[in-house]
Nanobody, 125 residues
Framework: VQLQASGGGLVQAGGSLRVSCAASEPTFSTYDIGWFRQAPGKERESVARISRDGRSKWLSDSAKGRFTISRDNAKNTVTLQMNSLKPEDTAVYYC???????????????????WGQGTLVTVSS
């Protein structure tokens, strides 16, 4: 599956952004989707993930209360709504997809086979 991440940009601290992950094929609904981010000089970290049917969702501790993940399988998209953004949220955000793991929604980056190109989110103080 090919993934296209979009929606990044520059926003002031406290503002909001919505980043989206779109897929090019109708089998999108068979994939679990994860959002990861990587800040300069730091390791890639998991931010959020959602099961293929949208029923199971997970947010990192830093994202809880500020970010929301959702998906629309009819439109082949997953959206990460980010509110109350902080300068430490500055990073390249990547979406990833996999359908290998049937017992759980994968958490680690190595568990995802397909990756989008990333979209840059910059939060100014």
């Amino acid at each position: 599956v090919q993934l296209q991440a979009s929606g990044g940009g520059l926003v002031q601290a406290g503002g909001s952004l919505r980043v989206s992950c779109a897929a090019s094929e109708p089998t999108f609904s068979t994939y679990d989707i994860g959002w990861f981010r990587q800040a300069p000089g730091k390791e890639r970290e998991s931010v959020a993930r959602i099961s293929r049917d949208g029923r199971s969702k997970w947010l990192s501790d830093s994202a809880k209360g500020r970010f929301t993940i959702s998906r629309d399988n009819a439109k082949n998209t997953v959206t990460l709504q980010m509110n109350s953004l902080k300068p430490e949220d500055t990073a390249v955000y990547y979406c990833a997809a996999d359908r290998t793991w049937t017992e759980y929604v994968p958490a680690k980056s190595w568990e995802y086979e397909y990756w989008g190109q990333g979209t840059l989110v910059t939060v100014s103080s």
